[in-house]
Every structure is written in C-alpha cells, then in structure tokens.
C-alpha cells in the first residue's frame, strides 16, 4: 500500500470514527482496525492522535468550503439566492444520513478546552465562513452586519439541528434569513 493510499484510509476511517462515536471516545487501535492500515504505518504517518485530530479537522474544512461554495455558485446569480443557497446546503446537510452536527463544534466541545490546537482550527474554520458570509453579503448590497447575523443564524441552526434531531430547523433557518436579508436591503 503506498504512503497516500493508506494516509487516505486512515482519515476517512478517523473522520468516519471521530463524528460517529467523538473524538475521545476512539483509540488508535480502534482507527488501526477500522483503516485496516497496520499501527506501525498508523503511527509512521501520524505519530500522534492529535496530529489524526489536526489533519481531520484540515479535510473536514477543505470538503466544507468547496462544497458550500458549489452549493453558492449552483444558486445562479441572484445575490439573495446566492445567500439564501447556504441554507439549502444546511438543510440538505442535515437530512443526510447520520447527520451528528458539525464536526468543528463537536471537536470544540469536546477537545477546545484542552488542546489549544484544537481551538485555534476551530476558530479558523468558523471565522472562513464568516469571511465567506460577508463576501456573500457585501455582493448583495448587505452591510458586515447582515453577515453577521445570517453567519450566526447558520451556525445556530447546525446546534439545533443536531441536538433536535429535526432537518427543518434549516428551512427555519432560510426563512428567518429571508426576513433578514429582505430587512437589510429593503425589500418588502
């Protein structure tokens, strides 16, 4: 097996793992198993849990920003629907099949308070998106509080989502957003 083969099959099974049972809760002999890559490659690759932990989180963030940003640039041109789009990605997020919340509010939860590491990924990747918001925003005619308010109605919606259990809470969420973004750019 070579070296990017077996990195592959080490993070999908981690990543599998990890948003499955929690990032604490999975040893490396579980992962070893799982990957079905030998625990001297395991640790070869990655020689520690935490740099498992950091490559993830890295994966997990590169797969959510082209795949929100497919789902953007799949609305059209319209700048609301554009904006509006991000929460059509939510809810088709949420009704996937084991939807268990985002993985950077779980990994924060639970490893946030231990591993500064953790916490710094965590606030880069949140901070992206509401980079990424804002730019949404502004190409509307929206104003940096616009981008505010929808970035932080998208990230409740994921806690609400994954604590209820309840995919509508995105449609919810779009249709506060649609009150938010009509408000802010005075369309009635």
């Known amino acids: 097996m070579i070296e990017d083969e ?3 099959r080490i993070l999908s099974a981690a990543e599998e793992l990890y948003y499955r049972k929690g990032f604490a809760a999975v040893g490396m002999d579980e992962l070893r198993a799982a990957s079905g890559v030998s625990l001297r490659r395991l640790y070869a690759l990655f020689p520690s849990k935490p740099d498992i932990i950091t490559a993830v989180l ?3 963030h ?3 920003e082209s795949t929100l ?3 953007v640039e799949a609305a059209g041109d319209s700048s609301r629907e554009r904006l509006l789009a991000v929460y059509r990605y939510l809810e088709n ?3 996937s099949d084991g939807f268990r919340g985002c993985a950077f509010i779980n990994a924060f939860g639970e490893l946030g308070g231990t591993s500064p590491e953790v916490a710094r990924i965590v606030r880069e990747h949140k901070a992206s998106f509401q980079q990424h918001m804002a730019a949404l925003a502004e190409e509307s005619g929206g104003t940096p509080a616009l981008a505010a308010q929808l970035s932080i109605l998208a990230e409740g919606a994921q806690s609400t989502a ?3 259990a309840d995919p509508q809470v995105a ?3 779009r249709a506060a957003a649609e009150v938010l973004i009509d408000a802010a750019l005075g369309r009635s």
């Open 93 to 95: 997020w949420f009704c």
């Open 62 to 64: 590169e797969e959510w």
């Open 6 to 8: 077996a990195r592959e």
């Open 162 to 164: 994954a604590i209820s």
């Open 58 to 60: 890295q994966r997990r």
């Open 171 to 173: 449609a919810q969420a």
């Open 69 to 71: 940003a497919a789902a």
